[in-house]
Structures are given as C-alpha cells and as structure tokens.
C-alpha cells in the first residue's frame, strides 16, 4: 500500500460527460501529479500540484482541469469526454515536489468511456 | 520539448536468462528513476541515480547512468517470473522541472 489513495476505482461514462477523479496523497506530502495511461501506453504526465498551487503542466487537454484543496487532495476533472479519453488516470505523491523525490502511485481510476 | 525513449517495447525471456532495458534523453538529465509496475499494477518506485556513470545494484537488478546523463539502462540477471512487468525510466532536466516517464519495457519471463 502506497499510501496514495484514488477514488473511484472505476468509472464508466458516456461520451460528452464530466466526471471528477479524486485523490488524496500520502500522509505528510504536499505536492500531487496526475498521470494518464492509455492501453500499451507509458504514463502521460498531466499536471503537477504543489501546496495548492499548479508547479508544472504536462499535456494536459483543456478540456480537462485540476485543483489541489487546502487538506491537500486533488482533483481531475475530465469534461466533454470522448471515447479516447478511456484511460488509467494515476495520481502520485511525494514531500515537496521536487524532482529528486520517488513518487508513490495511487492504483489508479480505470476510465471507460462508452 | 524533452523526449525520453526505451528500447526495447517488449521482451520475452526464458526463466534464467538476462533481460536489459535501454533509456535515452534527449536532453541531459538531473537525476533518473526506474519504477517496475506489475500487470494489473500501479508504477513502483525502484531506484535513483543521480550521479554521471553511477552504477548502483539491487540483488540481481544493476541499474547505470551514463557519463553525459542522457542514458541508463536496467540489467536483470537470471529472470524470474516475479520480475514480470512493464520497467519505466524516468527523468527530468531540473530538479524542479516535470518528470517524464518513458513508454516502458514490458517483460515477460517464460518458466
């Protein structure tokens, strides 16, 4: 157990939905990052949270958000879904968000779009 | 922007036989991690190096960071079926700078 825990586990949607992920990182870590993995795919760095504030920006779609709340959770919003967007969505942790840091993994919110 | 590449996608192996992965940047990097993530899995923390031409090794895993700090590769000697899974680098160019992920090397292990 890594400590990171995401919510749902599964999420099965219609295309054009929203839907929020939720993750609350390891007890004591300040900093989060969002992950996407497509099937055969490597982890597509979305965007990194830092104490509330937005540290570094992947490729992240513009029809997707995210917030880092005063108690430290995260949160991805996933708007206007398509069928692509049928993915892994991981949330990792680590102290302070530097990049020397190990990150600790969620297991991660299976994504179907339908 | 910064590109980081493994080779091979996949590897089959027998049971007892070695297994490498190879990352490369496109850019030099700060440091470079290796995270082991079993089928079904979430990405695992394995190791950190920091240091150009730094070897470091864990029972039969030998991890290395080249002298200009834009590759590593991870050697596995005598597989085992517990090693099974996919094998990520990752790195970055600043300590403060986003980490990116390679595409991974997925391994299976014959018995």
């Known amino acids: 157990d890594s400590g990171v825990t995401q919510t749902p586990k599964h999420l099965i949607t219609a295309t054009g939905q929203r839907v929020t992920l939720r993750c609350s990182p390891r007890s004591g870590d300040l900093s989060v990052y969002w992950y996407q993995q497509s099937l055969d795919q490597g982890l597509q760095f979305l965007i990194q949270?830092?104490?509330?504030?937005?540290?570094a920006k992947g490729n992240i779609l513009e029809r997707f958000s995210a917030q880092q709340f005063p108690d430290l959770h995260s949160e991805l919003n996933l708007s206007s879904l398509e069928l692509g967007d049928s993915a892994l969505y991981f949330c990792?942790?680590?102290?302070?968000?530097?990049?020397?840091?190990?990150?600790?993994f969620g297991s991660g919110t299976q994504l179907s779009v339908l | 922007g910064q590109q980081v590449m493994q080779i091979p996608q996949y590897q089959h192996v027998q049971e007892g036989e070695d297994f490498t992965t190879y990352c490369n940047s496109s850019t030099t990097l700060s440091n470079i991690q290796w995270y082991k993530q079993r089928p079904g899995g979430h990405p695992v923390f394995l190791i950190q190096?920091?240091?150009?031409?730094e070897v470091k090794k864990q029972k039969r895993l030998t991890f290395q960071f080249g002298e200009a700090k834009k590759n590593s590769s991870l050697h596995i000697t005598a597989t085992q079926t517990t090693d099974v899974g996919t094998y990520f680098c990752a790195g970055e160019k600043t300590s403060y700078d986003k980490v990116i992920f390679g595409p991974g090397t997925s391994l299976s292990v014959i018995p």
């Open positions: 990792a942790s680590s102290v302070k968000g530097a990049g020397n840091e190990k990150l600790f």
């Open positions: 949270y830092y104490n509330g504030e937005e540290r």
């Open positions: 190096l920091v240091k150009s031409g």
